[in-house]
């Protein structure tokens, strides 16, 4: 019935944004499309990539890692003051660290060339023996997306809580989950309590300030630590609209993502307490994270800092609206949960099981038959399958509201042919 309902909708005019559809079905030419594992969605051999003709236009939704500094960053690189930084004589990586130490409401910082080195060393500071243990959620990007380097290189053991929804954790199953026999042998000890905010795999969501202070009341309880993954947390604070020293005030220690929404091409801060981070440097050493003339790195850092939070909230904006695009498609085949739409990422989901979220992404990444007809040009938008049979897309500052009207043409496009094939087929 659903599908009779709509088939005279979908093969004329679409009303909501103005696009006619062909009638034509896309036909085979995605039968062998789709076959990229949500569990791989970093790495995906065989799915369209970022290329394609000139005539295309592509909107790349797969992360907010794929920004490239503009003019202004690649300026300030070009003329960034450089020392060796090993020997702690670097003054754009020294101004840098002080800046986001001040921001952050720390008394240090440090530079290092990525997040999952930045948690990695954070961990292997906060549990100073092989065999401690550390307590993180079971859909952390430390404890899936970081290959397990906490015990493949610290000897760190990790025991997980279940994530809620919204990121956050049932407290009375985080504070069972804490060891007491210690020094009973037969046990590790627990020395760590590890949050992300905003929360990868959940979507871009928000912890909540009244729960990041109850974890802290719990650690000081037990006398553990709390790390903050804290990639995104730039735009949790803006989401929030508080000072980043708002949130990270909860945790003793915090790393920050560079390379993501803030737009710079390497790096990640750790910061902390100043004997934290003088342990630090060493781990640093250690993992092959010490750079010479780190500044032309740190020099894109500092531009980012200084002029790239405030900008977050247009990607939340684009973000949103997407979302409200995927509910208000006729015909309807998206489930969104617009209160979890909080920062830059969106998942959502499709309502027909028939269509798998891999074939509906390869649909997304290609240009089909009568599109450019349709839409006046080929659209390509990059997206992923991700977690718990759901779609990952990610705004940035490499989108525009005109890439995000786009994108929603192109999903209209996409789910009227949809619903013209099967209409054909019956």
């Known amino acids: 019935m659903f599908l009779k309902t709509f088939s005279c909708r979908v093969l004329g005019s679409f009303p909501r944004c103005g696009v006619i559809f062909p009638r034509n079905p896309l036909g085979a030419r995605y039968a062998a499309l789709g076959q990229c594992s949500e569990r791989a969605y970093y790495n995906r051999p065989g799915c369209s990539g970022s290329g394609g003709a000139a005539h295309v236009r592509v909107v790349d939704l797969r992360s907010d890692t794929v920004t490239k500094p503009g003019p202004a960053m690649r300026q300030a690189m070009a003329e960034a003051e450089v020392g060796d930084d090993v020997m702690g004589e670097d003054p754009t990586v020294n101004e840098l660290q002080k800046i986001a130490a001040e921001m952050f409401g720390m008394e240090a910082s440090l530079f290092v060339p990525s997040g999952t080195m930045s948690n990695l060393i954070a961990v292997m500071v906060h549990c100073r023996e092989r065999g401690d243990e550390m307590i993180v959620g079971d859909l952390s990007h430390l404890h899936i997306y970081e290959q397990g380097g906490s015990a493949q ?47 990868n795999i959940q979507g871009g969501r928000v912890l909540p300030l009244p729960f990041l202070q109850e974890v802290r009341a719990l650690a000081d309880r037990y006398g553990l630590s709390v790390h903050l993954d804290g990639a995104r947390v730039m735009n949790a604070a803006v989401a929030l609209n508080v000072p980043p020293s708002t949130i990270v005030q909860h945790t003793h220690t915090v790393s920050v993502c560079l390379s993501k929404g803030l737009g710079s091409p390497v790096g990640t801060l750790l910061a902390g307490p100043q004997d934290f981070i003088s342990r630090a440097v060493r781990c640093r050493k250690a993992l092959g994270g010490g750079m010479r003339q780190a500044g032309v790195l740190a020099a894109a850092g500092k531009l980012s800092l200084q002029q790239m939070v405030g900008r977050l909230g247009e990607d939340h904006h684009n973000a949103r609206t997407f979302a409200l695009a ?101």
């Open 153 to 199: 290189l610290a000897g760190v053991h990790a025991t997980t809580v279940t994530t809620r929804p919204d990121g956050t954790f049932n407290l009375m199953q985080l504070e069972a989950k804490i060891r007491h026999g210690y020094p009973d042998p037969h046990y590790p000890r627990t020395r760590l309590i590890c949050v992300e905010n905003t929360h």
């Open 326 to 426: 995927l509910l208000d498609c006729e015909p309807s085949l998206f489930v969104v949960d617009m209160s979890a739409v909080e920062t830059n990422i969106l998942r959502f989901r499709i309502k027909d099981s028939a269509l798998s979220p891999q074939e509906f992404c390869a649909r997304m990444g290609q240009v089909g038959v009568g599109e450019e007809a349709a839409l006046g040009q080929g659209v390509q938008v990059l997206m992923y399958p991700h977690h718990e049979n759901s779609i990952r897309a990610v705004w940035h500052l490499g989108i525009s509201p005109e890439d995000t009207q786009l994108a929603i043409k192109k999903m209209q496009f996409v789910a009227a042919q949809l619903l013209n094939e099967q209409v054909k087929a019956q």
